[in-house]
């Protein structure tokens, strides 16, 4: 056997066994324990943000109006102690996540790919296998009905199905009739989310931002969360709501940090980048006034 012969005959089963070793094109492997990263939006990642602190969020008057309205101590009432964040929110606080898949014991294919979240003991199902999203007049949860698909190297998910709740902590809602996209992009031991909420009812245009994750073996998920209902605050009438009263002005944010009020107050003009000239613009107008 010449050399040339020998080596087209030897060349396609070195081929083939290095196809077996490598994961099939429509799989990306998310499965694991995820630890989130701090650096990115601090203040969601502990105490939450200030109130009237919405810089950069594309919210509309009805969301901005809810936002300044809402008062931290509404958790305090019995029906609030126990609630869970939606997912548009509960990925971008500070949690642990395990990631696994469900797989078809016959066939071997992914059903689905299920996290679990350690806030409030949260499982979230990620259909897998093509199923269709249920009526609109289906029941709405806190973390929605969740369908995904492989895309390059992407676990994308679109989410829809959620109940009413923020997008940040300080009173930035997100209605029912909210979607989201997700991107789920793994770089090694490092797992970047992307997520895209669309809300016809308190957003003028798409909220995007983005959580960092880094892969971890030493993880504390395992601890369990006991509730308990008691009266947190005492005295107040039946039917009490913490609120501040319609109209009310958040301006504690922008005075603290020296920041133009209007800057503070959200809106789709300040997504973008043009914003900038417009915001150094009044900061230096707002200074020579002092």
């Keep these: 056997m010449t050399t040339q012969r020998r080596i087209r005959t030897v060349a396609p089963w070195f081929l083939m066994a290095g196809l077996m070793g490598m994961p099939a094109p429509a799989q990306v492997l998310v499965s694991g324990d995820w630890q989130t990263l701090m650096h990115e939006d601090q203040p969601e990642r502990a105490q939450g943000p200030d109130l009237g602190d919405y810089l950069g969020i594309p919210i509309n008057d009805a969301a901005r ?10 958790l305090t009432l ?8 939606i997912a548009p929110y509960i990925y971008f606080g500070p949690l642990q996540v395990r990631i696994w898949e469900e797989k078809d014991p016959e066939t071997q294919q992914v059903i689905a790919i299920k996290n679990y979240i350690s806030t409030y003991e949260q499982t979230r199902t990620i259909w897998m296998d093509g199923r269709p999203h249920p009526s609109e007049y289906a029941e709405h949860t806190w973390d929605g009905f969740s369908t995904g698909a492989v895309k390059r190297n992407q676990l994308t998910v679109f989410t829809t199905h959620m109940k009413y709740g923020v997008i940040q902590r300080n009173g930035v809602p ?3 009739a909210a979607t989201m996209t997700e991107h ?3 770089h090694g031991d490092y797992l970047t989310l992307v997520s895209i909420v669309d809300d016809p009812v308190y957003l003028d245009e798409p909220f995007i931002r983005t959580s960092q994750w880094v892969r971890t073996s030493n993880l504390t998920i395992d601890q369990r969360f006991l509730f308990e209902v008691v009266d947190e605050i005492s005295g107040h009438p039946p039917g009490y709501v913490p609120h501040y009263p319609l109209g009310t002005k958040q301006n504690g944010f922008s005075e603290k940090h020296g920041i133009p009020f209007e800057a503070t107050q959200g809106g789709k003009e300040t997504t973008y980048p043009e914003y900038e000239l417009k915001l150094r613009k009044m900061v230096s107008e707002q200074n020579s006034s002092k």
């Design 184 to 186: 789920f992009i793994r």
């Design 174 to 176: 997100s209605s029912p």
């Design 65 to 74: 109006l809810r936002a300044e309205s809402w008062d931290a101590s509404r």
């Design 78 to 85: 019995q029906e609030h102690q126990c609630r869970v964040h």
